[in-house]
């Protein structure tokens, strides 16, 4: 009898293999990232290098922190990017509608998921392995123990299970790539910082419930009585027993960082033996769970989820809280009172624009006003409980809070300014529209009508912070005048400083969005594009200077730190943590930076204006419109009424 | 006196994208209130001519592409006043009911804001729409999408009509309404230049016709003079009972007779038409003696023109 042979076969594998090899971009992503990845160790290293030109042997032994530099920045390039590689894996197929093609076949859903969650780990692991030749430096310099080779390895391969588990799951649940990419970054934000920011606000008694847990486990270990009775006696025995008890028990605080890896791997990297290796082992184990729990998730939602109609959440959601306000206002009090009618109006003069400001739910005054109402009443909140806990010039929490508000708004105005014309194009409504007469500027204005609504609702919380932090200031300033950075209390250049960067940073995110959504053809690809050129133009600064300084260790760093504010980012967090100390003035940084970024947006506007007609892809509209009955009459007989 | 230019009028235009040629150097001319049927296979460069004529193609090169005697790479705007323009795919606005959809373009064509209702109606009861006024327009199906479309072209009653593949993807119904639509614009003088694959319903409709492969025109003109000069050389099958002995011969002698190939149950006669008729041929066959089991003439009809005329080539 013939035996047949054992094979594994795994043809959606080898598909996202060999799709991600015919890529071109592939292969310049890849050098792009190994060019950024050895820029930064080296950037790191370099002080450590730097010093010993005299007594080059001194360099030994000093393994340590390069492989330390190495792995953080692994962990961070895991967060920054997987996300972004994985969450696209599932909704492709959605959205080239090819999802239940693949479901037809003899694949089960499982291997679909694991076929697909292994394609994109693979690409992971490319982009990881680009360190090694560092590590291999890095260990062949003496200081790396192996508990800490091994520790760090195993943590980055397990949050690389973990981050590429949570794409799937999100790609799983959602439709379209643009919200799994958006969903995976919140999810993996929360799942990382949300237990530490609710233990550190004690959110449903979470700290008091983390706090209780850790005492219990600290007790074990000092106060065990082996003479208990019972299985809690013997349990508490066995741990008090166990060599590496003393190393795993938490300390305070510590179990809200449960899914955070490089909290686990600064821990207890520096231990030696089992006992470090055996506590992140123990460590792990949520994290593993975790990655159980989203790949269950995600197989769960992919058969669950995969033909969803096309459907604009945000809208769909403004819609059922219309039918909840207009339940309650049926009562006996206010009997259904409606104190303004809304009124099915026609466009007039500008229809674009009157469909961007009364079709969209991002351009809608009724839906921008909950939008503004669901954020300003947190923030005003917020601003108040940071008020009457801070005791500090700079308030952390609202420098925070700043911050965070900024990163809503680059999303928010990425997703709306993208898809003004992108959307357009993935709709097939663009040609249509652009064999009108509508001048190519007339488009663009109308356009951006609604993004400008937007933009003008997301202006009222930063303002709000901004306001409460001026204000906090000069009410410090008044209580307590000396301070060791006297740019903590300056009040007035703060406020210009942060009036001007909303003032001017708005219509030039606007306008860049915009651009970008004229030149890419998808809408995903034009937001996720978006993205990306806005998180790379914030570092991109401070990542092209290592070459400088790795070439020239001597190099004076003071010389080019009006560079800084090439990255859009620097002069807010400047100005909010008031680091003005190298500069030596206050209104410098202000100065150059509104120059740089006033000219970008002047540059993003001409670039829009200009090329509006070249880059929709029609024929420039050069002269002026004439009145087109003086032309040539054709038509024989006129489709409209005689009375028209 | 003045000549009145034809509505259409393209010399030598050429398209390209990037090193490949979709369109390669094609001139035609289309008088006003004609119906031309753009044919070609897949990828031929139909959609790309339609879009220079919509003021849609940036990068082309050509001797002289007008319409109504406008340079359209000169006066694109002018270009757009005059054109209604509907693509192969739908291009309406699901958010929008039927309603404002059809005000949105009535508002971006500019449209007197007073008349801009009663045209509207106009144009929802030419297209058998107006119990779908108030409809949201993703709640319509595909054919009263592409009526809706139809519509939405009409709005600024336009002297000239492209419309790409109108009728692909319709049920037999939907067809036939968008066909019958077409012919009651084209009883109301639009100039229309009509793509489609669907060449039966074309050969109803257009008055002249242009065949194009692989960038290339292979044949234009109107309907009749393409068949004439396709059944020069038609084919006729004749079914012949009893003994063949010298029949072919005799046959093949015949002045107009340009072949007579033997098949497995009949013969195929291929006749120059210009010197001898289906009908003389029958008379002379009958004339000869020979009986005649069956006698059929192949058919010309658009399709059969299609397929003669193209090889599948793509550009």
């Given at each position: 009898m013939k035996l047949k042979r054992f094979q594994i076969s795994l043809p959606l594998l080898s598909k996202e293999l060999t799709e991600m090899a015919n890529r071109r971009r592939t292969y310049i992503i890849r050098t792009i990232y190994a060019l950024l990845f050895l820029g930064c160790v080296g950037y790191i290293s370099l002080d450590q290098i730097s010093g010993l030109q005299n007594n080059p042997l001194a360099i030994l032994g000093r393994g340590r922190q390069i492989f330390e530099s190495m792995i953080y920045l692994q962990f961070t390039a895991i967060y920054l990017f997987l996300p972004a590689i994985t969450c696209s894996v599932i909704t492709q197929e959605k959205e080239h509608n090819s999802l239940g093609l693949l479901l037809i076949t003899r694949l089960s859903p499982s291997t679909i998921i694991l076929e697909k969650y292994l394609g994109r780990l693979i690409t992971m692991v490319t982009f990881l392995m680009l360190g090694l030749p560092i590590l291999a430096f890095a260990y062949s310099l003496g200081g790396v123990s192996p508990a800490m080779?091994?520790?760090?390895?195993?943590?980055?391969?397990?949050?690389?299970?973990?981050?590429?588990?949570?794409?799937?799951?999100?790609?799983?649940?959602?439709?379209?790539?643009?919200?799994?990419?958006?969903a995976t970054y919140v999810f993996g934000f929360l799942m990382i910082f949300g237990p530490a920011i609710s233990y550190e606000m004690n959110l449903f008694y979470f700290r008091d419930f983390l706090d209780l847990i850790t005492i219990q486990l600290q007790g074990i270990n000092f106060n065990a009585n082996t003479q208990s009775i019972g299985s809690w006696g013997l349990i508490a025995n066995f741990l008090q027993n166990l060599p590496i008890w003393?190393?795993?028990?938490?300390?305070?605080?510590?179990?809200?960082?449960?899914?955070?890896?490089?909290?686990?791997?600064?821990?207890?990297?520096?231990?030696?033996?089992?006992?470090?290796?055996?506590?992140?082992?123990?460590?792990?184990?949520?994290?593993?769970?975790?990655?159980?729990?989203?790949?269950?998730?995600?197989?769960?939602?992919?058969?669950?989820?995969?033909f969803l109609p096309s459907r604009n959440y945000l809208l769909n959601l403004f819609k059922s809280l219309d039918s909840i306000f207009s339940k309650i206002n049926q009562n006996r009090v206010t009997r259904g009172i409606v104190l303004v009618k809304e009124?099915?109006?026609?466009?007039?003069?500008?229809?674009?624009?009157w469909r961007e400001t009364s079709k969209k739910s991002l351009g809608t005054v009724r839906y921008l006003f909950r939008i503004l109402i669901t954020l300003e009443i947190p923030v005003l909140f917020l601003c108040l409980f940071i008020a009457s806990s801070s005791p500090e010039a700079v308030v952390p929490g609202a420098v925070m809070l700043l911050w965070f508000i900024w990163g809503l708004v680059v999303l928010l105005l990425a997703v709306s300014a993208t898809s003004l014309i992108s959307g357009e194009r993935s709709h097939e409504t663009?040609?249509?529209?652009?064999?009108?007469?509508?001048?190519?500027?007339?488009?663009?204005?109308?356009?951006?009508?609604?993004?400008?609504?937007?933009?003008?609702?997301?202006?009222?919380?930063?303002?709000?912070?901004?306001?409460?932090?001026?204000?906090?200031?000069?009410?410090?300033?008044?209580?307590?005048?000396?301070?060791?950075?006297?740019?903590?209390?300056?009040?007035?250049?703060?406020?210009?400083?942060?009036?001007?960067?909303?003032?001017?940073?708005?219509?030039?995110?606007?306008?860049?969005?915009?651009?970008?959504?004229?030149?890419?053809?998808?809408?995903?690809?034009?937001?996720?594009?978006?993205?990306?050129?806005?998180?790379?133009?914030c570092i991109l600064p401070f990542i092209l200077i290592f070459p400088v300084l790795i070439l020239n260790p001597s190099?004076?760093?003071?010389?080019?730190?009006?560079?800084?504010?090439?990255?859009?980012?620097?002069?807010?967090?400047?100005?909010?943590i008031a680091e003005f100390q190298d500069f030596g003035t206050i209104w410098g940084p202000l100065i150059i930076n509104t120059f740089i970024y006033g000219g970008c947006y002047l540059l993003f506007r001409y670039q829009c204006h200009m090329h509006i007609d070249k880059n929709l892809g029609r024929l420039d509209s050069k002269g002026n419109f004439i009145d087109r009955t003086t032309l040539f009459p054709a038509g024989k007989q006129s489709l409209l009424s005689p009375d028209q | 006196m003045s000549t009145q230019p034809p509505m259409v009028e393209v010399k030598n235009l050429w398209v390209r994208y990037g090193k490949y040629e979709a369109v390669k150097g094609i001139s035609f001319s289309?008088?006003?209130?004609?119906?031309?049927?753009?044919?070609?296979?897949?990828?031929?460069?139909?959609?790309?001519?339609?879009?220079?004529?919509?003021?849609?193609?940036?990068?082309?090169?050509?001797?002289?592409?007008?319409?109504?005697?406008?340079?359209?790479?000169?006066?694109?705007?002018?270009?757009?006043?005059?054109?209604?323009?509907?693509p192969d795919f739908f291009g309406v606005y699901e958010d929008l009911t039927a309603r404002e959809y059809l005000h949105f373009f009535a508002a971006a064509y500019r449209i007197n804001r007073k008349k801009r209702k009663a045209i509207v109606n106009d144009v929802l009861e030419l297209t058998d729409l107006t119990g779908k006024i108030d409809a949201p327009v993703d709640s319509l199906s595909r054919g009263m999408k592409q009526r809706l479309a139809l519509a939405r072209v009409l709005l600024h009653d336009p002297d000239l009509l492209l419309l790409d593949e109108p009728a692909s993807g319709l049920d037999p119904r939907a067809r036939i309404e968008v066909r019958e639509l077409l012919v009651a614009l084209k009883e109301m003088g639009k100039t229309i230049i009509i793509s489609s694959h669907i060449l039966h319903e074309l050969s109803q409709l257009c008055t002249s016709i242009g065949i194009i492969e692989a960038g290339e025109f292979v044949t234009q003109g109107s309907l009749d003079h393409i068949y004439k000069r396709l059944e020069l050389s038609r084919v006729v099958h004749v079914q012949i009972v009893g003994e063949m002995n010298g029949v072919c011969e005799k046959i093949e002698a015949m002045p107009g007779v340009k072949s007579v190939t033997v098949q497995v149950d009949r013969l195929a006669i291929q006749l120059q038409e210009d010197q001898l008729a289906v009908e003389d041929l029958h008379a002379k066959l009958a004339a000869m003696g020979v009986k005649i089991r069956m006698f059929q003439a192949e058919a010309m009809d658009m399709e059969t023109v299609f397929m003669k005329l193209t090889e599948g080539k793509t550009a």
């Amino acid at each position: 009898m013939k035996l047949k042979r054992f094979q594994i076969s795994l043809p959606l594998l080898s598909k996202e293999l060999t799709e991600m090899a015919n890529r071109r971009r592939t292969y310049i992503i890849r050098t792009i990232y190994a060019l950024l990845f050895l820029g930064c160790v080296g950037y790191i290293s370099l002080d450590q290098i730097s010093g010993l030109q005299n007594n080059p042997l001194a360099i030994l032994g000093r393994g340590r922190q390069i492989f330390e530099s190495m792995i953080y920045l692994q962990f961070t390039a895991i967060y920054l990017f997987l996300p972004a590689i994985t969450c696209s894996v599932i909704t492709q197929e959605k959205e080239h509608n090819s999802l239940g093609l693949l479901l037809i076949t003899r694949l089960s859903p499982s291997t679909i998921i694991l076929e697909k969650y292994l394609g994109r780990l693979i690409t992971m692991v490319t982009f990881l392995m680009l360190g090694l030749p560092i590590l291999a430096f890095a260990y062949s310099l003496g200081g790396v123990s192996p508990a800490m080779f091994i520790n760090g390895l195993w943590l980055l391969v397990l949050t690389m299970f973990q981050v590429a588990a949570l794409g799937v799951l999100c790609s799983s649940f959602f439709r379209t790539t643009v919200s799994a990419f958006i969903a995976t970054y919140v999810f993996g934000f929360l799942m990382i910082f949300g237990p530490a920011i609710s233990y550190e606000m004690n959110l449903f008694y979470f700290r008091d419930f983390l706090d209780l847990i850790t005492i219990q486990l600290q007790g074990i270990n000092f106060n065990a009585n082996t003479q208990s009775i019972g299985s809690w006696g013997l349990i508490a025995n066995f741990l008090q027993n166990l060599p590496i008890w003393s190393n795993i028990v938490p300390r305070n605080g510590e179990l809200s960082f449960v899914l955070f890896s490089p909290y686990w791997f600064d821990r207890f990297s520096r231990g030696i033996g089992f006992s470090a290796l055996g506590s992140t082992v123990i460590y792990s184990i949520p994290t593993i769970l975790s990655i159980s729990v989203f790949l269950l998730f995600a197989h769960y939602f992919l058969v669950r989820r995969a033909f969803l109609p096309s459907r604009n959440y945000l809208l769909n959601l403004f819609k059922s809280l219309d039918s909840i306000f207009s339940k309650i206002n049926q009562n006996r009090v206010t009997r259904g009172i409606v104190l303004v009618k809304e009124q099915i109006q026609l466009p007039e003069n500008k229809p674009i624009a009157w469909r961007e400001t009364s079709k969209k739910s991002l351009g809608t005054v009724r839906y921008l006003f909950r939008i503004l109402i669901t954020l300003e009443i947190p923030v005003l909140f917020l601003c108040l409980f940071i008020a009457s806990s801070s005791p500090e010039a700079v308030v952390p929490g609202a420098v925070m809070l700043l911050w965070f508000i900024w990163g809503l708004v680059v999303l928010l105005l990425a997703v709306s300014a993208t898809s003004l014309i992108s959307g357009e194009r993935s709709h097939e409504t663009l040609d249509v529209l652009l064999t009108t007469p509508l001048s190519g500027k007339d488009i663009l204005a109308q356009k951006i009508a609604g993004v400008r609504r937007l933009s003008l609702a997301l202006l009222v919380p930063l303002l709000t912070i901004v306001l409460f932090e001026a204000w906090w200031k000069w009410e410090y300033a008044q209580i307590s005048p000396h301070n060791r950075n006297p740019y903590k209390l300056e009040w007035f250049p703060y406020l210009v400083g942060s009036l001007l960067t909303i003032g001017i940073y708005l219509p030039m995110l606007i306008w860049l969005f915009c651009w970008i959504g004229m030149k890419v053809k998808s809408q995903t690809k034009a937001i996720l594009s978006a993205l990306g050129v806005i998180v790379l133009w914030c570092i991109l600064p401070f990542i092209l200077i290592f070459p400088v300084l790795i070439l020239n260790p001597s190099f004076n760093e003071e010389s080019v730190i009006y560079g800084l504010f090439l990255s859009p980012a620097s002069y807010i967090v400047i100005n909010e943590i008031a680091e003005f100390q190298d500069f030596g003035t206050i209104w410098g940084p202000l100065i150059i930076n509104t120059f740089i970024y006033g000219g970008c947006y002047l540059l993003f506007r001409y670039q829009c204006h200009m090329h509006i007609d070249k880059n929709l892809g029609r024929l420039d509209s050069k002269g002026n419109f004439i009145d087109r009955t003086t032309l040539f009459p054709a038509g024989k007989q006129s489709l409209l009424s005689p009375d028209q | 006196m003045s000549t009145q230019p034809p509505m259409v009028e393209v010399k030598n235009l050429w398209v390209r994208y990037g090193k490949y040629e979709a369109v390669k150097g094609i001139s035609f001319s289309i008088p006003k209130g004609e119906v031309f049927g753009f044919i070609g296979p897949n990828g031929a460069g139909k959609s790309s001519t339609i879009k220079v004529l919509a003021t849609l193609q940036r990068d082309y090169q050509c001797d002289t592409v007008k319409i109504n005697g406008i340079s359209v790479n000169k006066a694109p705007h002018l270009i757009r006043e005059m054109i209604g323009y509907m693509p192969d795919f739908f291009g309406v606005y699901e958010d929008l009911t039927a309603r404002e959809y059809l005000h949105f373009f009535a508002a971006a064509y500019r449209i007197n804001r007073k008349k801009r209702k009663a045209i509207v109606n106009d144009v929802l009861e030419l297209t058998d729409l107006t119990g779908k006024i108030d409809a949201p327009v993703d709640s319509l199906s595909r054919g009263m999408k592409q009526r809706l479309a139809l519509a939405r072209v009409l709005l600024h009653d336009p002297d000239l009509l492209l419309l790409d593949e109108p009728a692909s993807g319709l049920d037999p119904r939907a067809r036939i309404e968008v066909r019958e639509l077409l012919v009651a614009l084209k009883e109301m003088g639009k100039t229309i230049i009509i793509s489609s694959h669907i060449l039966h319903e074309l050969s109803q409709l257009c008055t002249s016709i242009g065949i194009i492969e692989a960038g290339e025109f292979v044949t234009q003109g109107s309907l009749d003079h393409i068949y004439k000069r396709l059944e020069l050389s038609r084919v006729v099958h004749v079914q012949i009972v009893g003994e063949m002995n010298g029949v072919c011969e005799k046959i093949e002698a015949m002045p107009g007779v340009k072949s007579v190939t033997v098949q497995v149950d009949r013969l195929a006669i291929q006749l120059q038409e210009d010197q001898l008729a289906v009908e003389d041929l029958h008379a002379k066959l009958a004339a000869m003696g020979v009986k005649i089991r069956m006698f059929q003439a192949e058919a010309m009809d658009m399709e059969t023109v299609f397929m003669k005329l193209t090889e599948g080539k793509t550009a």
